[in-house]
């Protein structure tokens, strides 16, 4: 299995970006997916999840991203999406797309859910 990353770049403060994760090895669909970030410093932190369809194809979302971002999934090219709208400086990081095996009754959180990582696609949001 592998997940490739990309769309990242530098932005402006209120503006968009549309991250793109591209599975091979594995139909996306079938499982519940995520991304995640990291700052330089910190821990890798949730953003936010998807859950495998079929099973409500539900989302959550990290609080601090609530109403700003949006995943999304399209089966046909077995790619998952963020779109992330009203960007702010504290959004700056390292983001990854991850897929979990397991199935869970509620939402995967944690990094340690996911056994599939993306090697990362860097965001800057300049104030």
């Known amino acids: 299995v592998q997940l490739q990353a990309s769309g990242g770049g530098s932005v402006q403060a209120g503006g968009s970006l549309r991250l793109s994760c591209l599975a091979s090895?594995?139909?996306?669909?079938?499982?519940?997916n995520a991304w995640f970030r990291q700052a330089p410093g910190k821990e890798r932190e949730f953003v936010g999840t998807?859950?495998?369809?079929?099973?409500?194809?539900?989302?959550y979302y990290a609080e601090s991203v609530k109403e700003r971002f949006t995943i999304s999934r399209d089966s046909a090219k077995n790619t998952m999406y963020l779109q992330m709208n009203s960007l702010k400086f504290e959004d700056t990081a390292v983001y990854y797309c991850a897929s979990a095996s397991r199935h869970l009754a509620g939402f995967m959180t944690r990094t340690g859910d996911y056994d599939y990582w993306g090697q990362g696609t860097q965001v800057t949001v300049s104030s």
């Open positions: 090895g594995r139909t996306l669909s079938r499982y519940t």
């Open positions: 998807i859950r495998r369809s079929g099973s409500g194809s539900g989302t």
